[in-house]
């Protein structure tokens, strides 16, 4: 089945940067929109930045200017560039994708997860 793997969390000052990525695997035939999400203690989780197939991108308001996504579709990879971060950035952050894949001679269609990976920035 199709795994989400994310990686390049970690402590932080306020002010600094972080990449991360979200690597997918399985019997992937295409990926379409990916997004990251994120989701602070006690806090529900909120979408972050999206990235079509075509490269396309969207984010929210609170990191406008400061967070860049991108995708390298050969390695079936999204990243995340975080700059000039804040205390209110801490959280754990999700990849999602919506991925066809295969199954024996069969394709389908689902909605998957990565199991997140903290950030955690200090004043």
């Known amino acids: 089945q199709v795994q989400l793997v994310e990686s390049g969390g970690g402590l932080v000052q306020a002010g600094g940067s972080l990449r991360l990525s979200c690597a997918a695997a399985g019997s992937i035939g295409s990926i379409n929109g990916m997004g990251w999400y994120r989701q602070a203690p006690g806090k529900q989780r909120e979408l972050v930045a999206t990235?079509?197939?075509?490269?396309?991108?969207n984010y929210a308001d609170s990191v406008k200017g400061r967070f860049t996504i991108s995708r390298d579709n050969a390695k079936n990879t999204v990243y995340l560039q975080i700059n000039s971060l804040k205390p209110e950035d801490t959280a754990v952050y999700y990849c999602?994708?919506?991925?066809?894949?295969?199954?024996?001679?069969?394709?389908?269609?689902?909605?998957?997860w990565g199991q997140g990976t903290q950030v955690t920035v200090s004043s």
């Open positions: 999602n994708a919506e991925v066809t894949y295969y199954r024996s001679i069969l394709f389908y269609t689902g909605d998957f």
């Open positions: 990235i079509t197939s075509a490269g396309s991108t």
